[in-house]
Each structure stands twice: as structure tokens, then as C-alpha cells.
């Protein structure tokens, strides 16, 4: 069936591994070396819920003072194919981190560079 589905340069990047860790998720993208640590703070400051973000107009609601500078990500799970969802040690836990949004969000040198271009 030519034609079905989205093209594969469409599909959203999938990690190779993901660690947990006391500061943050490490996820590397591949088995080359593209890796991030995503900081366990900016990470849970940024969740897109709607107890975090309001619905309609994507306005911050999380103060992020409320939020520890020691938070760290208690558990990780998969969401089906496209995200992960994080138990925070502030008890936060309803927050869908997508892969697409991961990988945009990624620092590394690599995407540096291809975002520059």
C-alpha cells in the first residue's frame, strides 16, 4: 500500500535509551553519541499539562517558585510510542513529555549546529 501513513523523515525521532537520573533524563538519540541531559528543573518547569499551562492560551499557570531547585524525576514511563511521563519528587506526575518536543528541545552541539542553519 504505497502512499499510507506519514513519510518516515516525518515520524518523530524515537530515543535509543533514556536514563534516570538524580539531575535530570540523559537521552541519547542514537547509538552514535547524540545525547542530552535534560535538567530535571527546566524539565519539570517546562511540562505543557494543564494543571501546569492553560489550555487555550498555553499561559504559563506552574510558579516556579513553587517548584524545588532539587527536583529530580522519581520514575519514567513510556507513553505509547510518541512521549514519557514523569513522576517529579515534588509529586507532580501528570505531564507528557513528547518525543518531538524532547528532540527540539535538545542542546546538543549537533542541533545547535542544524538549527543555526
Given at each position: 500500500?504505497?502512499?499510507?501513513g506519514?513519510?518516515?523523515?516525518?515520524?518523530?525521532?524515537?530515543?535509543?535509551a533514556?536514563s534516570?537520573?538524580?539531575?535530570?533524563l540523559l537521552?541519547?538519540?542514537?547509538a552514535?553519541g547524540?545525547?542530552?541531559?535534560?535538567?530535571?528543573?527546566a524539565?519539570?518547569?517546562a511540562?505543557?499539562?494543564a494543571?501546569?499551562?492553560e489550555?487555550?492560551?498555553?499561559?504559563?499557570l506552574?510558579?516556579?517558585?513553587?517548584?524545588?531547585?532539587?527536583?529530580?524525576?522519581?520514575?519514567?514511563?513510556?507513553?505509547?510510542?510518541?512521549?514519557?511521563?514523569?513522576?517529579?519528587?515534588?509529586?507532580?506526575?501528570t505531564g507528557?513529555?513528547?518525543?518531538?518536543a524532547?528532540?527540539?528541545?535538545?542542546?546538543?552541539?549537533?542541533?545547535?549546529r542544524?538549527?543555526a542553519?
Amino acid at each position: 500500500m504505497s502512499g499510507v501513513g506519514p513519510p518516515v523523515s516525518a515520524l518523530p525521532p524515537v530515543p535509543y535509551a533514556i536514563s534516570r537520573r538524580p539531575d535530570g533524563l540523559l537521552i541519547e538519540w542514537d547509538a552514535a553519541g547524540h545525547e542530552w541531559l535534560y535538567p530535571a528543573r527546566a524539565l519539570r518547569l517546562a511540562c505543557r499539562c494543564a494543571i501546569c499551562t492553560e489550555e487555550m492560551t498555553g499561559r504559563p499557570l506552574l510558579d516556579p517558585a513553587t517548584v524545588p531547585d532539587d527536583v529530580s524525576p522519581v520514575s519514567v514511563a513510556l507513553v505509547g510510542a510518541y512521549g514519557l511521563r514523569v513522576v517529579w519528587s515534588d509529586g507532580h506526575d501528570t505531564g507528557i513529555y513528547s518525543f518531538a518536543a524532547l528532540h527540539a528541545g535538545c542542546g546538543c552541539e549537533r542541533c545547535r549546529r542544524s538549527g543555526a542553519e
